[in-house]
């Protein structure tokens, strides 16, 4: 075969790629996706009862042993191991901690599949890269400047009746007190709210148990509504908070118009939990530093980890939030940087804010899957404490007092709320609940996970005696927060956990002296003291603070948006989204309008001349219908590029104060004849007559 | 036991805890690792050869039934599944695509290991997020706006000899044509390159094979310097480019002054390999789009997509590299845009760039690990076309030449310089090696990746006749590169093969819309057709375009910086950094500067004041010196995030233009009073004079 021959063979297959574009990469596709199906199917089929020939013993040894593998190391790996082209079977959705993204795993694979960005420009996704006029820079502004990060702490699902619903996720931004709504049909950020009254918050989001409500809960404690007081004015002026956003479910977006908030004491509050069942109608939140401690060790006073751990006891707050949003109904509020606030003596008067002691230094609060219980596990105590909501009802019905705080909070007894107390360990943080009627708690200064039995109607389900330790798992290292398979919800799935370990040390190869966390998978499938960790996932893209873990068929993802010209922010068709045909670049003196489509493997149109100076307004639609067909859209030299998802449309704004020749492509491979997705932005100086040349020019001789 | 004596365990903790909280950590720091030194102890212990009993293949069988996995799952998971506490064998440097950072996999577990920020600032990193004047922000602006993104496409790794030394990596930003060079001490950016030349590129970053030069060739052809010309005069006006950036490795550095680019045809240049041993002293460049087509869909022309694929051959580039050193080392140049350009005219009279042919819109050009051949994939041709260098030699000494193309460069004859062209398959795009004299090449049309064997020394290495396809896998789906352990170096290692599938489409759990890359890691440590996919690893962070795999043990990775108070950006003890004992904020006019440490648990000072306007210079030193113990330190509502690892010294400054009360706070979770290590900046407002009171206030009553 001589070389003419071949490249005739290429000619061919160009003529047929040019000949229909589209069609030729949505064929491929079809392929692929039927090699994608075939390769499943016959794993179903090997779904018949796998036998092992002695020759495939000796096989899997031969590699096991190669890789020094033990029969511990074959188990993990069969439990974990997820087939090409098989998907796993939950998604645990993270908070990326500093990163300000969310990121979902797939587990029990535990393979990142996909970061959302919500508090950080992204520019894989196109977040935040939109031009000068960027609604995510909007929404990032605090006090008229751009704050373009978060520190994302809890991500919080929808729920209906307690259950994960698979709808929406909220995330919030300890550093900057935001929440984030993303949908999760596309898996987008669609809102971001910034609390008016502090700049910090922590133990935010969590819902009620049919989404009323987005609870933020406060931390450091400041001068509500962003203000100013020396620290000597700490116990007059500084106050805490908790924030009740009202959740839009039909519009997908918190109604800032129908939410408010409760001054609290300046106690540093901290996790927070939605009562359910038998508790439903409460949040009950944990608070530190009651001692009210302001530091100062460059003084000479004790620094804040000292002052802030003085006491035996601190409060947890119990508040009946229906009360709460009756009194916000009333108009008992005060307005504060414009957001209203219900007052200490309106919360003391109506009776709807009691405090109960908790020790020390708590953490984690933690509502029972039934509801009747909260497990409170104090930092600094090696018990976690249990309340009888029951309990609490009797004893605020009975005023059952042991005093009020300095603010006149009544004080419900301890003893007379107080159902039991489990030693489990030393740093005993946050606590999950599976079907068997264990609770989990994480144990950080032990780095173990504490399996431990439930009372009350949990005794029938697992051999043990009720309140007691069963077991501990030693993790690495110094485990945070756990999950474990909608392990929050009002019916946990039990099978995995996830332990969230802050410190990874030498646990994977070092990557510099910024190492990954440690996603550890513990396998709690069986009863007693059978908990292996069966996996270990460094995560080296921010450090996840909370976690939650929904079954995957619960989620109704959208791959393909549904109508060509999608506005995603919007969810619906755009008028202003240009079809194919009615391309064109318009101009109104200084103001440019460029409509434009993208198909593979061609924007239309390829040149767009300005003029320096001009302001422009482009909007693009993909007019793709094909899964995983996203293009993107960048322009060299100007801060921008975007994600045009199947079908999707996006407009954006730009000067063009820059006079050159900036090519524009697609970020996205897209096809075999992706590199020639490309085009110009031809940016005309002001006040040019004639083309520079080149001295060396010989084109045309 | 009653509750006051578990809350006197609680206290007895806490007291230890806060008498010497360094010393906690440290220790328990050390008995966790003292733990993890046991497991993986305990790993070496049962490297005894693994005999799995009767017992053991039943329970592993009824486990893999569970989970419907068959003997092919099975051995991919023993391959494949690493340990707790193990580490990778290899790892994988790979391009983030349009998310703008790098990404580190660890082989063959394909877990990603970290990010590294390079061209888009990350908060978790603290890049980019310290204060006015950060200079992450200072080196990312073009024409003095800032650019906060990039489109990674092509890391380099240093090397010594043609082989990966594992000191430095390089990686380009395709969209704003810039480099970005890490140093794998602390994998931290420390410099970015704008290119004067060009707005976006495509060929970098390569390596010369000591690293004398990183190259970065052009794509989309532009007027030199940011230029504007109207595209009619694109023959004229219009340019491509390779820049030479010179490495000083001492400094860690390019040097720009000692740098230079060739001016070239506005053909669109592609990738580009340099030459090794044989090959040593030259770069080869692809082209394509040679037809200089200028699109135009708008106004009736053929597409970019058609009109660049018009042509049956393209240009490969040969350039002679260390004659143009000496040309530009003479000085002639042209200055461009204040950069040292060799004009065409000077490359063609002092035979230093050559043509040939190559066949159709070539995309890879990869040169083999002896530098004898150089494989072409012409991605509208089912052949790789392999030159000989030998070839290329003699017909450059006997100037055989089939004519010159019309700006005067001379163009080889093909016949004269083609080794041999093997029938691939359809879409091929790049190339790898291995240790066994194959060539492994990524088929984008078909998605599979072949296997063929070279010729000439390598012919004795593996059973088949040399230049024939032995192989094919399937991938999923749409593979663009792909890279083999160490595969294009001089001594390719084998073993493993990762596949970077650029569509996944129904492989994962669906993301919404936007869906994740597709990694898949191939066994090839076989001959023959035994090449199966062991790992599909989602890659939802970013597209990643080019990934290059080391073996671990080449990096001399730092996990604590090397003194108290280290610079990471110059690599050095900073002076300027606050010792412990010498903290404390101090004035001078408007002009405040604080000195302050950070250790477990607490910053000092815990309170900075100042006035609204002052501009703040803030020095914080981690006093840290205990593996992953990191702090980060955030003032929530000013857009500010470090990441402060153990020894570093960071420097920031802001002014403080709004009043109010910012909590500061550590980011990084770092110990058990990781809450508490937490102060107040009091920026107190212009003219006042009393403190603001709420109304409830009741404290002290």
Known sequence: MNARFRFRIGSALAAMLLAGVAIEATTLTAEAQQEGRRRRRSDAQEAAPLELTPAQVAKLTEVANSRSLNMDDLLSAAKTFTPSGRHDEYVLFSSGGQSGQVFAFGVPSMRLLRSIAVFTPESWQGYGFGGDNDRVHEELMINGKPVLWGDTHHPGLSETGGEYDGQFLFISDKANARVGVIDLRDWETKQIVKNPLTISDHGGSFVTP???????????????????????????????????????????????????????????????????????????????????????????????????????????????????????????????????????????????????????????????????????????????????????????????????????????????????????????????????????????????????????????????????????????????????????????????????????????????????????????GSTGTDMPVIYDMPVGVGEPHYCQMIKADKLKTWTVYPEIGWNAHEQRMDPKAPKSGSEGVTRDGTNVLVNMTAIRSHFKPEHVEVNEGDTITWRITSTETAIDATHGFCIGGYNINLSLEPSEFVEFTFVADRAGTYPFYCTEFCSALHLEMAGYLHVKPKGLTAAPALDSVQAGK
């Open 210 to 524: 049919n989404t009323e409500y987005i609870i933020e809960g406060g931390q450091y404690a400041t001068v509500l509504g962003y203000g100013y007081a020396p620290i000597e004015d700490y116990q007059k002026s500084y106050r805490g908070m908790v924030t009740f956003w009202k959740f839009d479910r039909a519009k997908g977006r918190i109604d800032v118009s129908k939410s408010f908030a409760m001054e609290l004491p300046p106690y540093w509050q901290d996790l927070s939990d939605a009562g359910k069942g038998a508790s439903d109608g409460f949040i009950f939140m944990n608070s530190f530093n009651v001692e009210m401690a302001t530091g100062g060790i460059e003084d000479g006073n004790p620094p804040f980890e000292a002052g802030a751990s003085k006491r035996d006891m601190d409060y947890m707050h119990i508040i009946d939030w229906r009360k709460a949003e009756a009194a916000f109904g009333a108009g008992k509020v005060k307005m504060i940087n414009g957001f209203p606030v219900i007052m200490l003596e309106t919360s003391i008067a109506d009776g709807f804010l009691h405090f109960t002691p908790e020790p020390k230094s708590p953490h984690g609060v933690d509502v029972t899957p039934n509801g009747q219980f909260m497990v409170v596990a104090g930092k600094l105590d090696p018990h976690v404490t249990v309340y009888s909501v029951a309990k609490v009802k009797k004893a605020i019905a009975d005023k059952k007092y042991s005093g009020s705080d300095v603010y006149g909070v009544p004080i419900l007894d301890f003893d007379s709320v107080m159902e039991a107390q489990v030693e489990v360990g030393l740093g005993p943080l946050h606590t999950q609940f599976d079907d068997k009627g264990y609770a989990y708690t994480s144990l950080f200064l032990d780095s173990a996970v504490a399996r431990w039995t439930l009372g009350g109607e949990y005794e029938a389900k697992n051999p043990e005696q009720p309140w007691k330790l069963v077991t501990k798992t030693p993790v690495q290292y110094n485990i945070g927060h756990l999950a474990a398979a909608e392990g929050d919800s009002a019916s946990p799935d039990g099978k995995y956990l996830i332990s969230m370990a802050k410190w990874s040390v030498d646990r994977f190869l070092p990557t510099g002296p910024l190492l990954p966390q440690n996603f550890q998978l513990l396998d709690i």
